[in-house]
């Protein structure tokens, strides 16, 4: 998709009008950290090199959006009016909060997402390929047909989460058998 590049002056403008729908721009190396984006649509937008540090997405609606090397950790995506479409690659999640939040479909591509939570939410067919997870929780999530290869540091309980046909690799594929009490030896 070829998008429309945005200076800094025009999103401010944009931002300006409560109920903004903003569709089709590219936004480079912006702070949204400060930004009131309460209630702004954004539909096939992307986002490459931003910093979302702690930003709050309360009521904000996504759609189709790509982020690219963004700074996003400490988000809480559980304020998110509507979720659809995600792609993230290179971005940094860490401490982000996705807990109950339908994400079918997404990617999240080399990426570092530790110590967040994805407790509940529906991770089918979702890529965490090449992704950092420690400390990150998938308690009653469904990764179903998820693609973990490459993936690392992360532990699921297949008691608590649903993991039917996940593609995981080797050796980080052994923390399934773990969790299950089993002692492994290489």
Same mark, same amino acid.
């Given at each position: 998709m070829k998008y429309i590049q945005v200076? !800094?002056?025009q999103m401010l403008q944009m931002l300006?009008?409560?109920d903004t729908e903003i569709s089709g721009f590219e936004f480079t190396k912006m702070d949204f950290t400060e930004l009131n984006l309460k209630s702004s649509l954004f539909?096939?937008?992307k986002f490459v090199s931003c910093n979302f540090a702690n930003c709050s997405l309360m009521n904000v609606a996504f759609r189709g959006v790509v982020f690219e090397d963004c700074n996003l950790m400490g988000t809480n995506w559980t304020e998110v009016r509507k979720?659809? &479409?995600?792609? %993230? $690659? &290179?971005c940094k999640l860490d401490?982000? $909060?996705f807990q109950g939040v339908d994400l079918r479909g997404s990617g999240f591509v080399n990426c570092m997402i530790r110590e967040s939570d %994805?407790? &509940?939410?529906?991770l089918s067919k979702v890529s965490l390929a090449g992704s950092s997870l420690a400390g990150t929780s998938f308690t009653n999530a469904n990764? !179903?047909?998820a693609d %973990?290869? &490459?993936a690392r540091d992360y532990f699921i309980d297949p008691k608590f989460t649903k993991i039917k046909d996940a593609h995981f690799s080797f050796p980080e594929a052994l923390v399934l058998i773990e969790a299950l009490g089993a002692k492994v030896e290489i």
């Amino acid at each position: 998709m070829k998008y429309i590049q945005v200076t !800094e002056n025009q999103m401010l403008q944009m931002l300006s009008n409560p109920d903004t729908e903003i569709s089709g721009f590219e936004f480079t190396k912006m702070d949204f950290t400060e930004l009131n984006l309460k209630s702004s649509l954004f539909l096939d937008c992307k986002f490459v090199s931003c910093n979302f540090a702690n930003c709050s997405l309360m009521n904000v609606a996504f759609r189709g959006v790509v982020f690219e090397d963004c700074n996003l950790m400490g988000t809480n995506w559980t304020e998110v009016r509507k979720n659809g &479409g995600y792609t %993230f $690659s &290179g971005c940094k999640l860490d401490y982000t $909060s996705f807990q109950g939040v339908d994400l079918r479909g997404s990617g999240f591509v080399n990426c570092m997402i530790r110590e967040s939570d %994805f407790a &509940g939410a529906n991770l089918s067919k979702v890529s965490l390929a090449g992704s950092s997870l420690a400390g990150t929780s998938f308690t009653n999530a469904n990764i !179903e047909k998820a693609d %973990f290869r &490459g993936a690392r540091d992360y532990f699921i309980d297949p008691k608590f989460t649903k993991i039917k046909d996940a593609h995981f690799s080797f050796p980080e594929a052994l923390v399934l058998i773990e969790a299950l009490g089993a002692k492994v030896e290489i």
